[in-house]
């Protein structure tokens, strides 16, 4: 398998992967390693370090939104 150039949308579907595995580990380097595993699996790229580093900070900014969020609707409820 070969590392490849990814488009925005295929560091955005890494980045999606990520923010999943995420959820469920609350560990964001099992997020890195969900980001590359998806890559090979799904993109048939072996992604670069920085290619899932870049996609791990963009679930992270995805996570502040949705952790923002979730604390707004908490505050307006009570």
Do not use: C, H, P
């Not at 609350?26 to 048939?44: N, Q, Y």
């Amino acid at each position: 398998m070969k590392t490849s150039y990814m488009s925005q949308f295929e560091i955005q579907q890494l980045a999606e992967a990520a923010l999943i595995s995420y959820e469920f580990t609350a560990s964001w380097s099992r997020a890195f390693e969900a980001a590359k595993e998806f890559a090979a699996d799904e993109l048939g790229i072996k992604a670069t370090t920085a290619q899932a580093a870049t996609s791990v900070n963009i679930a992270k900014t995805g996570w502040e939104g949705i952790r923002q969020s979730v604390q707004k609707i908490q505050y307006q409820n009570a």
